[in-house]
């Protein structure tokens, strides 16, 4: 297995991305990571040969991709002020052996495509990650299969299965039946997609994968809560924080760790001291080990108003550490169903807040939850859900394109 990336920053940024993966046991060889612009500057004949089209730019402006020299290898339009710039067929222009312009291809996704056919086989199965990418290979010529990977929610607010769809994934619906597989994360998400937009894709569950770290957590009479995401505006962190004041008129001693960082950090600095929580509840940043942060924690608290699947969930569950979460779309149902937590319904400041005590003063219930969490955690499991996954690129592999069927 090999992973493609198409970030245009320098060889040296690419090693040490390489490099990072290995160290973390990701990669077993840094060759198995490959990128378009690391691959053009190493031998730019492929896109050479692919190049047919205009030599004249459009009416944009261009960043410069240069080799070791400092000749232009290839043009890339900027495009701004519109959230599909990738389906842009702006003219990305290829320059010969002297840096003179030679032709183009059609925008990113000639681009792409002719890197891919240049790396990837024809009995190859390739498995994107982005919808961008997705709109962009659909229409790809090789014989090569496609699986369609789904890490997010494909709703705004409310979140509800008839609400609005995301203006991200404006026309994916309708291109979504030329890949081999679509692979959603979680089954309430793949049945609310297949009964508003009916079943031309081939859908299937493939969820991602946490490690188990073994019962590290969920320590009998801790009264302390963690909260692990980005300090964002859809994790409605304010919610917890908002609760806590009025957990802690009960359970004095009870303390909130918040880690992770984000564009919401100033303003929930300033509601803990509006509400007094200074000694109660921190903003503890970001951390290197993840896992740490569970360690003696009575419970994880999720307060988002949307996920893709929710990792984090497992992540808590897998060290033994209970879960408190809104009852959201798409995923803490899917994992808390089978135990581990309390779902709490989206939005109820009240009914967190009585979870959160329950929790805490309930040690027979706690206990309860510390046993069944690792059991819950089995379902999105690394190795389990590698397997999975294993088993779908096969299945795959077995049968021809569905573009050139």
Request: hydrophobic share 45%; net charge negative.
């Amino acid at each position: 297995m090999t992973v493609l990336t198409v970030d245009p920053a320098p060889t040296a940024a690419h090693d040490a991305h390489r490099a990072e993966w290995v160290r973390r046991g990701e990669l077993h060889d840094a060759a198995h990571m490959r990128n378009l612009y690391d691959d053009l500057r190493a031998d730019p004949r492929w896109l050479r040969t692919a190049a047919s089209g205009t030599t004249v730019p459009a009416a944009v402006e261009y960043n410069h991709v240069v080799d070791a020299a400092g000749q232009r290898l290839l043009s890339l339009p900027i495009i701004t002020g519109d959230a599909r710039w990738h389906t842009s067929e702006a003219p990305v222009i290829v320059y010969d052996e002297v840096g003179e312009a030679l032709g183009s291809v059609a925008g990113f996704g000639g681009l792409y495509r002719a890197w891919l056919s240049h790396v990837v086989p024809d009995d190859g199965v390739v498995i994107v990650e982005a919808r961008q990418l997705g709109d962009l290979l659909a229409s790809w010529s090789s014989p090569a299969r496609l699986i369609h990977t789904i890490h997010t929610n494909h709703l705004e607010s409310p979140y509800t299965p008839d609400a609005p769809i995301n203006a991200l994934w404006s026309g994916w619906f309708d291109i979504a039946g030329a890949f081999d597989a679509v692979a959603w994360p979680t089954e309430a998400q793949m049945r609310d997609v297949r009964a508003r937009f009916g079943t031309k894709r081939a859908d299937v569950v493939a969820s991602n994968g946490v490690d188990i770290a073994g019962s590290a957590a969920g320590a009998t009479g801790s009264r302390r809560a963690v909260m692990v995401n980005r300090l964002a505006a859809g994790k409605r962190i304010d919610h917890a924080i908002r609760a806590w004041a009025a957990v802690v008129r009960t359970v004095p001693d009870a303390t909130l760790d918040i880690y992770g960082d984000g564009p919401e950090r100033d303003r929930l600095a300033a509601l803990i001291s509006e509400l007094g929580l200074d000694s109660a509840v921190t903003l503890r940043g970001q951390v290197a080990d993840v896992a740490e942060c569970y360690r003696d924690a009575a419970f994880l608290l999720l307060t988002t108003a949307y996920e893709g699947q929710g990792l984090v969930v497992g992540e808590a569950l897998g060290t033994g550490t209970p879960v408190i979460s809104y009852d959201v779309a798409y995923g803490p149902r899917d994992v808390l169903s089978r135990g581990g937590g309390l779902l709490v319904p989206s939005g109820d400041e009240a009914a967190l807040r009585e979870a959160i005590l329950r929790l805490l003063q309930d040690d027979e219930l706690h206990a309860r939850l510390v046993a069944e969490a690792p059991s819950a955690a089995q379902v999105v499991e690394r190795s389990a859900a590698s397997r999975r996954w294993a088993d779908l690129v096969r299945t795959v592999a077995s049968r021809p394109a569905a573009r050139h069927r």
